[in-house]
């Protein structure tokens, strides 16, 4: 579905991404994980041609990204940024809207699926009437989400989209968001730095390192079969709840 090949990206001197190669499958969901500074956002914004690559080549359904036909791809990828990205100064409905009015869909047909996905996404109609400020971080983010999917586009990617969410509402909207991707069988790629919510949503899971794949696979296989000591680094630096009791007060 979307395929890298030897990408690199430097900013000035640094790095970013270097010599990346990664198939996103169809229908499955690819997590990027890894620290921060990785090159997970870029690898993301490469994916959807806001950043062209130094060297390599990235291609959607074997269409190689070209500026000629960048406007048309990125109208069948739906991204969600980082911290979610709403407009502050328009409502839950603006936002949400935001391309359909771009593209000049009539007011039926964007009402109708306004009105598909506040149901897809488990929010009440009336919190569109709401500024971005005035929405709960959870509901802000089923906005976001809202305005991914308006366009019904075949592929998601979503960087790092419930970062900012306190733990039990990220557990709810953790458990709609994998529900919708399922029912919709859209093709994903979900960044976090969170190792559980990478094993929880990951098909496929790429752990990146300083610009450059590190290990790719199922979850389990980066878990049992690390293949460096970053690797088992990384996914320890997450500690279990009871790691810091000692054995009396386990018991
Ligand atoms: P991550 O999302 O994993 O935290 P990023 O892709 O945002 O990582 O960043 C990778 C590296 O590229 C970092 O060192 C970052 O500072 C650098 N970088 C990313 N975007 C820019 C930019 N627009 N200008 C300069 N440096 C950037
Ligand atoms: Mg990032």
Do not use: C
Request: net charge negative; proline share 4%.
């Amino acid at each position: 579905m979307i395929q890298l090949d030897a990408v690199t990206k430097h900013y000035g001197t640094e790095v970013a991404v270097q010599e990346v190669s990664l198939a996103v499958a169809a229908e499955q969901t690819t997590v990027l994980i890894g620290p921060s500074g990785s090159g997970k956002s870029t690898l993301l914004r490469l994916m959807i041609g806001l950043t062209r690559p130094d060297s390599g080549t990235v291609a959607v359904d074997s269409q190689q990204l070209t500026t000629a036909n960048i406007r048309s791809v990125r109208h069948r990828m739906g991204y969600v940024i980082q911290e979610g990205g709403l407009f502050p100064h328009l409502t839950g409905w603006a936002n949400a809207s935001l391309m359909a009015r771009h593209l000049g869909w009539s007011r039926d047909r964007i009402d109708a699926r306004i009105e598909e996905l506040t149901d897809l996404v488990q929010l009440a109609p009336d919190r569109l009437e709401q500024y971005p400020s005035e929405l709960s971080g959870g509901q802000r983010q089923r906005v976001s989400l809202m305005r991914a999917l308006m366009l019904d586009p075949d592929v998601l990617l979503l960087d790092e989209p419930l970062g900012a969410l306190d733990p039990m509402i990220r557990a709810d909207l953790q458990d709609d968001l994998r529900d919708i991707f399922r029912r919709l069988g859209k093709t994903v790629v979900f960044v976090t730095h969170d190792i559980g919510e990478a094993g929880f949503f990951g098909d496929h899971v790429a752990l990146l390192h300083e610009g450059e794949i590190e290990q790719e696979g199922r979850m389990t296989a980066l878990v049992n079969d690390p293949v460096s000591s970053f690797v088992t680094d990384f996914i320890q630096a997450q500690r279990a709840p009871l790691e810091q009791l000692s054995v009396e007060d386990r018991e």
